[in-house]
């Protein structure tokens, strides 16, 4: 089946690597030319525990094919935004489904797609290089079932792919949504704030102190995400990647917009909702736009 | 007159090359041999828009000496607390002045020094190098008229030097303390946290929302503040100094502990004496102890 993929970062490489390895016709859309080149000349190459293996696949800079592929729009929240004109025009009715942190993009997208649907990935993975992904800590697609047979296709041929996407109901993929949003509400903001490792928050005491007050603001603001997530669930994604740098971090270090936008506010306006302020929350969240803002200058 | 100043670092640099221009006899006590060395080798140098002129001082990292000097301590808040029991045991009962950010040694320091004498500093200084000091944006040293005999001659000999030492009453000096503790408050966290320069809290949008939700909670936590700094106070600071880094900022790139537990904790404490909590000051505040907790790992 043909698969168009939007976004040439970890998560698209993985799913581009993934597809052509079940025999899947991949295209990439990627912002930069080199990049395109790179994958059309080099193919995707994904390495895991066991092997290295290289893939065909396509990549372009550009939209203009209208052939009945099945998108999969793998952006960051604010390459989704950026691109949201473009991407509805272009897109259309066809079927597509996005896969995001944080829960901003979903109102927005079921709007302006007849055909969307939304998918939270577990998986583990590093873009090393333009054309290279490594498979760490393997894990599920969790998505909704769908009537849609490019869907159907889609969630059935790669059930037992690499990509093991599993289908649950609208509520668990909300909760999944919703308990992501929390974990890297409570971990992604204070390592990008404070350039620290995610293990760092459960050694660095004043770290841990802010960290717990952020989850209990966030629980005590809307009570319907303490079963969803509770704070050993925290402590427990900071212990699994206490070596990992989380995206923020890597995006403030890199000088790029973060994702707060997508994964803060969210949760600050269902609280506001509720007539609830999260002061520690949202001074983490005012402070990371202020280095996004200065990255803007 | 015998003055010992202990501290090397722009204040103390300043004040003593203050002290000799006048012709007193100055000793610094420095942390570091190589500063000792450097000063009492090669003097200390003060440069101001007009000239350049070296002063010969005495400089010592040990503390010996039982004469009758009168003692300036130009430490900051951290470094004082570090050698609190020392000074204690050296100093005695001899007259000391203490001239530091916020107000958090006050009440420890007129307990622990029978003869014990407050200033706060509005000179711009800056140490260059171990010998040498800018004078930059004169100004006044504010302080509490004394009976004692060596305050009242310093007093006396500095009204018209370089230093500009100014008598003020209790209050007076006390509004002076609280009035600086709020401008670094609303100023110093966030440049230090943003690793930004002061101008820019006035330029970056979100950076200044912030800056006027610290000040608003400080005045509203302890309304006597209110009439002692404003926020145009603030705003002013800010133009005047847009191109400094402020001395949190230089702290926290250094990888030295902040003042943060002398200027923001105390206003802090005073408003939990009335109930009240500053929660945009605080996650600051505790943010920076993040900070401080990493540079000492």
Redesign the interface.
């Known amino acids: 089946m043909k698969l168009h993929i939007v976004g040439g970062g970890s998560i698209g490489l993985l799913i581009a690597a993934s597809a052509a390895e079940r025999g899947d016709d991949v295209t990439i859309h990627v912002r930069r030319e080199e990049q395109a080149e790179a994958l059309t000349l080099r193919g995707v190459t994904l390495i895991d525990e066991r092997k290295n293996e290289t893939y065909s696949v396509k990549a372009t800079t550009s939209f203009h094919s209208n052939d009945d592929a099945l998108f999969v729009i793998a952006l960051t929240g604010p390459a989704l935004f950026h691109m949201k004109d473009l991407l509805k025009r272009y897109i259309g009715d066809r079927p597509v489904l996005f896969i995001q942190n944080g829960v901003r993009h979903v109102d927005w997208a079921r709007q302006s797609f007849p055909n969307a649907h939304f998918a939270s990935v577990e998986h583990g993975a590093v873009r090393t290089a333009d054309t290279i992904v490594e498979h760490r800590g393997h894990g599920q697609v969790m998505t909704v079932p769908s009537e849609h047979e490019s869907f159907k296709r889609l969630f059935e041929r790669h059930q037992t792919s690499r990509l093991a996407i599993r289908c649950v109901n609208d509520r668990t993929i909300d909760a999944i949504l919703w308990r992501k949003a929390v974990i890297n509400c409570a971990i992604n903001p ?1 390592t990008a ?2 350039r ?1 490792k995610n293990g ?1 928050l459960l ?5 841990y ?2 960290m717990e007050k952020v989850y209990t603001e966030i629980i005590t603001s809307i009570p319907n995400l303490k079963p969803i997530v509770q704070w050993d669930d925290i402590v427990n994604v900071c212990q699994r990647t206490a070596t990992n740098e989380s995206s923020m971090l890597k995006d403030v270090v890199a000088g790029r917009v973060t994702e707060a936008d997508f994964i803060v506010l969210p949760i600050l306006k269902r609280g506001a909702e509720r007539n609830e302020t999260m ?2 929350l ?3 969240y ?2 990371l ?6 990255g803007m ?1």
Chains 1, 2 share one sequence.
């Open positions: 204070l704030l404070l620290i760092e050694t660095n005491r004043s770290a102190d802010l002061p520690t949202q001074t983490c005012t402070l736009c202020a280095v996004d803002e200065r200058m």
